[in-house]
């Protein structure tokens, strides 16, 4: 079900890939192109986020809804699911709100696909 | 009879190759020497495929076969090369063959590996121009395609390191006026020029230049002048794509950046917004709850991800929660934090921070270019 939802996405947004992962980083579902890595996506993203976190939390920020970077080849999407993160990466050239329309629909989907499967 | 037989077949190739080198030299064509220099390949190897092919382009500079076959063939050349090159170093590290090893990487397309070399290099040699040149004629080459202006700054900023390190640098120096030209920056071309003019071969291009520069005259141009012309002449405006590496050019686009930073700060919903020089040094209070130590540290451990995971560096980051939003911008030698209110517009503002230095650096309201 998870893995479908991430195909549509990617279909919908010309994504390079996408992937639910666990709050310690382990991949629960993904759809990636081969170049992908998932394993060392889910490793980098878990790091990532746990150290952003820890810094915007000593802004007052107790918890972090979404997070993006942009960079020279791509942009990544990170929003954070009940216990798990949306990690989505997209081309430079998709288009932006286009994009965050989409992900935060398959992030819903997720959330209510893992509430009646739990 | 293995052997015999191998010894005939090779034999057999070299006659070969005799009257295909016969054909070429009596009436020669690209397709010809394309020929030529697939025997010569398997049997001599790709060196010497190489060096036949350049020969061939020398006749037909603008064969596109030869071209590819000539790219084809250099990197084949360069992986054979890399290894030997990289224990060499390991036994005796020389200036010259961190310049080769980095040439190699160059050739086989791998421009980050190649500035790592050069970094490498220039560290542990840090009196000789080899790396300081590579480096800048990676990143005039990055920046001649995708019009980056970081990379113009970089190119710039290493070449004329190497120009300080060897005066007589003509490669660096032809590099230097060439890109200075380009952004109209012809205060500083006119030197290296003028250089050129008087201990270079004669140059057509080279005199069409220097009397573009001499006929606009003007004073040497600053270095913030230079960063703000490449983002003028960049179609990303100031951007910065470059690296995260600590870089001694001018904080340029700061004192640009303020009359908009004045204009984001008073947008509806904004709490703080700092300014930063970019740097790959830790914060100076790493524990700090300021913002300006809060969004360094984010910088690096979310540039350092990106690199890990082969994006390339960060341009633009924004995290978003109940509390709040904190958007990050890398622009040219800055990096511009904004602290928001949850519901503040983070498009508006990203748009006003980006806008900034395109008005600024070089044009004017409606866009033209001020000089």
Known sequence: MMKRILEELNDKIGARGSLVITRDGIPIASTARAEFDTERVAALTQKTLAACGAMVRRLGHESVDRFYLTADSGRMIFVELESAYLVVITRLSADAEQVMLEVDSAARQIERATRITV | ?371
């Open chain 2, 1 to 371: 009879m293995i052997s015999t037989f191998g010894l005939v077949k090779k034999l057999q190739r070299r006659r070969e190759i005799q009257k295909i080198s016969q054909e070429v030299a009596s009436d020669p064509s690209p397709a010809k020497i394309e020929t030529l220099c697939e025997r010569v390949a398997a049997t001599k190897g790709p060196r010497a495929a190489l060096d036949a092919v350049e020969r061939g382009l020398e006749q037909f500079p603008w064969s596109e076969k030869l071209q590819v076959l000539a790219f084809g063939l250099a990197k084949a050349v360069a992986k054979d090369e890399l290894e030997e090159i990289t224990r060499a170093i390991a036994e005796s590290p020389t200036p010259e063959a961190y310049g080769r090893l980095a040439e190699r990487f160059r050739q086989l397309g791998d421009e980050d590996e190649a500035i790592r070399v050069c970094r490498e290099c220039a560290a542990r040699f840090p009196q000789n121009e080899n790396a300081f040149l590579v480096e800048g004629r990676l990143r005039t080459d990055r920046y001649r395609n995708t019009g980056l202006a970081r990379d113009g700054v970089l190119a710039v900023e290493k070449l004329e390191r190497a120009v300080v390190l060897n005066e007589d640098n003509l490669r660096a120096r032809q590099l230097l006026g060439g890109l200075y030209a380009d952004i109209g920056a012809f205060g500083r071309a006119l030197p290296h020029l003028r250089f050129l003019k008087m201990h270079g071969a004669p140059d057509e291009r080279l005199q069409t230049l220097l009397d573009d520069a001499e006929a606009a005259g003007g004073s040497v141009e600053s270095s913030a002048e230079i960063a703000a012309l490449f983002a003028a002449a960049s179609p990303a405006g100031s951007i910065a794509d470059g690296d995260t590496a600590r870089s001694d050019a001018p904080h340029a686009t700061e004192p640009n950046l303020e009359p908009v930073l004045r204009d984001v700060r008073e947008m509806n919903g904004v709490r703080e917004v700092v300014t930063t020089r970019r740097t790959d040094m830790a914060p100076e209070d790493p524990d700090g709850a300021s913002l300006e130590s809060v969004a360094r540290a984010i910088f690096a451990i979310a540039s350092e991800s990106l690199v890990e995971m082969e994006m390339g560096n960060l341009r633009h980051a924004q995290i978003s929660g109940p509390q709040g939003q904190l958007l990050l911008f890398s622009l040219g030698s800055s990096e511009v934090s904004v602290l928001t209110e949850p519901r503040a517009t983070s498009q508006d503002i990203r748009e006003r921070v980006l806008s900034a230095s395109r008005i600024e650096n070089g044009r004017g309201a409606n866009g033209e270019r001020r000089r």
